[in-house]
C-alpha cells in the first residue's frame, strides 16, 4: 500500500474521505449523508448497489464493511465473495481480509476471523480500520481486554477520529469500565465540536448517550459499606436453598471473571451480595474485580471487608489485608498500606507477601530503618529469598558512613590498618567487593582457589557467622574471574587480539590496560550466557542507550509542554500535593487537572499547569500552583486550613478531591466528571 493509499484511509476513518473515481463519488457521498442522519441500513443498501458495478471501488468498499451489521446476512456474503474475487486477482490489499475477517465474524466464526483481521494489519499496521475489526473481533471471540488494548492502539494511529474515541469508549462500556467509557466519550465529543464532518453530529448523539448510559450504571451501584459486617459465621446460617443460590451465583461470577468479563461478573456480584450479605468469600472475589475496574478505593474497601468476615480464618483474614495494602499502594498511600500489612502480620506473623509488602511501603516513606528489620524478618520466614537478602545486603551497604565503610575495609585487610579516613577510590573498591560478594564471589573463590587462607575472614554477627571478601581475596577473584572469561569469549567465538577489545553495550571496555577484568567487564561476565551477545565487538558502533533516547525524548517533551505554561514540580512535591488534595494520581493526570508524567530514563518528572493566561489552565486547576508555592514557603502548609472549601464557602469542608473527583465547588454538589 502507498503512503496515499493509506492517508486516505485514515481520513475516511475520521470522517474526510479523500477524493474516488468519479463514478463512485456519488454514491460514498450519498451513503456518508444517510449514515449521518442516523440510517444506517439504508446507507450500507446505497453501498451495495455501487459495489455491483465491474470497477472495484476499495474505499466504497472499506465504508461498506464499517456499516456492516453484527449479525449474518446477504450484505455480509456479498461483501465475502466481492473480496475473494479481488484476492484469486492476486489484489493483496489488507481491505479485502478485512472484509472476510468482518463476514467471518458476524457469521460467528469469530476464531476465523481473528487471523483474516491479523493478516490485514501484517498488510498495513497505519490503517485504523484494521484496529477497530480486530479490536470487534477479539470482543466476539471473547477477549475483551484484547479488544479494549487493540481499540486503544487505534486511537494512537488516528488520534484526531471521534469514532475511534466511540468505538474504544463503546468496548469498554460493554466491558463494564464505566469510569474510562466516559472519560472516553468525553474525549471523543471534544473532537465532535471542533468537526465539520457530516456524521459529527450523529457521532455527537452517540457519545452523550454512551454517556448518560455509564452515569446512570454509576449511579446504580450500591456503595460498599466499609465497616466489617457481621462474623463469617453468619453465613453459615443460610437456609440450603439459599446457600446453594448463593453458591451458584458465585460460581457465575467466577466464571465471568476467568472469562475477562469484569462488568458482568460485579454486577452479578451485587444479586450474590443480596443472597449471602456476610460471605467472606464473595466479598474476596469482587474485590479484585473493582480493583481491575479502576474503582480501587471500593476494591481496597471490600478486601478490608473481607478480612473481617474472615475473622476465624486467619490465613484468609492475612490474604485480604495483604491485597488490601497493595491496592492502597497502587493508590499512592503507602502509610495507609503500611497499616493493612501491619494487621496482616497481626493474623499471620510470618506471612511472606505482607511482609515484603510492608518492606516496599516502608521503603516508599524513607523509612530505611524499618524497611531493613522488615527484610530480616522476611528472610527468617524465607530464608531462600534471594532478593530480599540483596535488598538488605544494598540497604545495609549504602546507609553506612564513610568512617563505616574504612572499617569494613579494614576488617577484610583492603587497606592499610593506620589508615585515618577513606578516599574516593576507597569507596569504589568497597563497593566493588561487596557486588563481588552479593554475586556468589565467595563460592566462586571456594570452587576455582586452590586454597580460601587469606582471601576470606569470618565474622560473628547476630544472625550468624557471615563470610567476608579480603582484599586479596578480590584480587584472587578478578584474576580468577579474567582467566574465566577469556575462556567464555573464545568459545563464543571472539578472537583473541580481539577480547581484550571488548566494550559493554554502553561503551566501557570490558579489560584494562594490564588485561584484567574491569567493573563493567566482572558485571557482564557474570551475567553472560552462552549464545547470548551483551557485548560489542571494536567495530561495532555504540548504540544509544534506552536511558539516554528516553532523557532525549523526555526533554524534548519537557520544553514543548513549557511553551504551553507547564512548568516542573519535584516528586516529593508532587507525592504531598496527592495527599493534601486527597486526588489519585489518575485524577490528576486527566481532565480537567491535565497534569503531566513523564520518565526521562532514570525517574518520573512531573509537571502541572502554572500560567492562567496557557492553553493549558482550567478552572480547576487554576488554583494548584498557589499550594506549591505555600507547600514550599512552608513544608507544614495545609491549603484548606481556614476554608470552608477550595472554591468558595459552604457548610462542609472540601478537599480539592471528593470521592476520587474534582470537586465542582458547589456546596454539597458533585464532583466533576472526568474527561472533556
Known amino acids: 500500500m502507498t503512503i496515499k493509499e493509506s492517508a486516505a484511509v485514515l481520513l475516511a476513518a ?21 449514515a449521518a442522519s442516523g440510517s444506517e441500513a439504508r446507507a450500507l443498501a446505497i453501498t451495495i448497489e455501487a459495489l455491483k458495478d465491474p470497477a472495484p471501488d476499495r474505499e466504497l468498499y472499506l465504508y461498506a464493511v464499517e456499516l456492516l451489521p453484527e449479525r449474518r446476512s446477504r450484505d455480509s456474503a456479498f461483501l465475502a465473495s466481492y473480496a475473494a474475487r479481488m484476492l484469486a486477482a492476486k489484489d493483496e490489499d489488507y481491505a479485502w481480509y478485512l472484509g ?6 458476524v457469521s460467528g466464526k469469530a476464531q476465523e476471523a481473528v487471523s483474516n483481521c491479523k493478516k490485514a494489519l501484517e498488510l498495513d499496521p497505519t490503517a485504523y480500520p484494521v484496529y477497530r475489526e480486530l479490536g470487534f473481533t477479539y470482543a466476539a471471540a471473547g477477549s475483551p481486554r484484547k479488544a479494549a488494548e487493540t481499540l486503544e492502539q487505534g486511537v494512537e494511529i488516528a488520534p484526531e477520529s471521534y469514532q475511534a474515541r466511540y468505538n474504544l469508549a463503546r468496548a469498554l462500556e460493554n466491558r463494564g469500565d464505566t469510569a474510562r467509557a466516559s ?45 466489617a459486617a457481621a462474623p463469617a459465621a453468619a453465613s453459615a446460617e443460610l437456609s440450603p436453598s439459599r ?29 450474590c451480595l443480596k443472597l449471602a ?23 481496597v474497601a471490600e478486601y478490608e471487608r473481607a478480612a473481617g468476615l474472615y475473622a476465624g480464618d486467619k490465613r484468609m483474614a492475612a490474604f485480604c489485608r495483604a491485597k488490601a495494602g497493595d491496592t492502597w499502594m497502587k493508590l499512592s498511600d503507602p502509610a495507609r498500606a503500611e497499616a493493612q500489612y501491619r494487621l496482616a502480620l497481626a493474623a499471620s506473623p510470618r506471612d511472606v507477601d505482607a511482609l515484603k509488602g510492608l518492606a516496599s511501603a516502608q521503603e516508599a516513606r524513607s523509612d530505611t530503618t524499618g524497611a531493613l528489620a522488615t527484610y530480616e524478618e522476611l528472610l527468617k520466614a524465607d530464608p531462600g529469598n534471594e532478593k530480599a537478602r540483596l535488598r538488605r545486603e ?51 573463590l571456594r570452587a576455582k582457589a586452590p586454597t580460601m587462607r587469606g582471601l576470606s575472614v569470618e565474622r560473628e554477627e547476630k544472625d550468624g557467622t557471615r563470610v567476608l571478601m579480603t582484599g586479596l581475596g578480590y584480587k584472587t577473584y578478578v584474576s580468577l574471574a579474567t582467566r574465566d572469561a577469556v575462556r567464555f569469549f573464545e568459545k563464543e567465538g571472539v578472537g583473541m587480539r580481539e577480547i581484550f577489545q571488548l566494550r559493554d553495550e554502553s561503551g566501557a571496555a570490558l579489560f584494562d590496560k594490564t588485561g584484567r577484568l574491569t567493573r563493567e567487564g566482572e558485571a557482564l561476565w557474570r551475567k553472560a550466557v552462552p549464545g547470548s551477545k551483551k557485548w560489542l565487538m571494536p567495530y561495532d558502533p555504540v548504540p544509544e542507550s534506552p536511558q539516554a533516547k528516553a532523557s532525549k525524548e523526555a526533554e524534548g517533551k519537557i520544553a514543548a509542554l513549557a511553551a504551553r505554561g507547564y512548568q516542573e514540580i519535584s516528586e516529593p512535591e508532587f507525592l504531598w500535593l496527592l495527599t493534601a488534595t486527597t486526588c489519585t494520581e489518575d485524577v490528576m493526570m486527566d481532565y480537567p487537572v491535565n497534569m ?16 492562567d493566561q496557557a492553553l493549558c489552565a482550567t478552572k480547576e486547576n487554576l488554583v494548584l500552583p498557589s499550594y506549591i508555592a505555600g507547600y514550599r ?7 484548606s486550613a481556614g476554608y470552608s472549601g477550595f472554591f468558595g464557602s459552604g457548610n462542609k469542608k472540601h478537599r480539592y478531591c471528593e470521592n476520587g473527583k474534582v470537586w465542582d465547588g458547589t456546596p454539597g454538589g458533585p464532583a466533576v466528571k472526568l474527561g472533556r
Open 596 to 611: 503531566q508524567k513523564i520518565f526521562d530514563g532514570r525517574r518520573l518528572r512531573y509537571l502541572m499547569c502554572f500560567s
Open 100 to 105: 472476510i475477517c468482518k463476514s467471518q465474524r
Open 183 to 227: 472519560a472516553w466519550y468525553a474525549k471523543g465529543l471534544a473532537l465532535t465540536a471542533r468537526s465539520s464532518s457530516l456524521d459529527a453530529g450523529y457521532y455527537k448523539a452517540l457519545m452523550k448517550a454512551g454517556q448518560k448510559r455509564c452515569a446512570d450504571r454509576s449511579r446504580a451501584k450500591p456503595a460498599v459499606r466499609k465497616t
Open 14 to 34: 475520521a470522517g474526510l474521505a479523500a477524493p474516488c473515481r468519479a463514478a463512485d463519488a456519488g454514491a460514498l457521498q450519498r451513503a456518508r449523508e444517510t
Open 277 to 299: 450479605p456476610s460471605d467472606a468469600a464473595l466479598a474476596a472475589e469482587r474485590a479484585p474485580i473493582m480493583v481491575r475496574l479502576g474503582r480501587y478505593e471500593d476494591g
Open 394 to 444: 544494598q540497604m545495609r551497604s549504602s546507609a553506612l558512613t564513610d568512617e563505616q565503610v574504612l572499617a569494613e575495609l579494614k576488617a577484610r585487610f583492603a587497606v592499610d590498618d593506620k589508615k585515618a579516613s577513606a578516599l574516593p577510590e576507597d569507596l569504589a573498591l568497597f563497593k566493588d567487593i561487596r557486588a563481588a560478594e552479593t554475586g556468589g564471589g565467595i563460592d566462586y
Open 243 to 271: 446457600r446453594q443460590k448463593a453458591d451458584d451465583c458465585a460460581a457465575r461470577v467466577k466464571e465471568e471473571y476467568l472469562k475477562d468479563n469484569l462488568g458482568e461478573a460485579l454486577e452479578i456480584s451485587e444479586g
Open 633 to 639: 514557603n512552608n513544608q507544614a502548609y495545609d491549603p
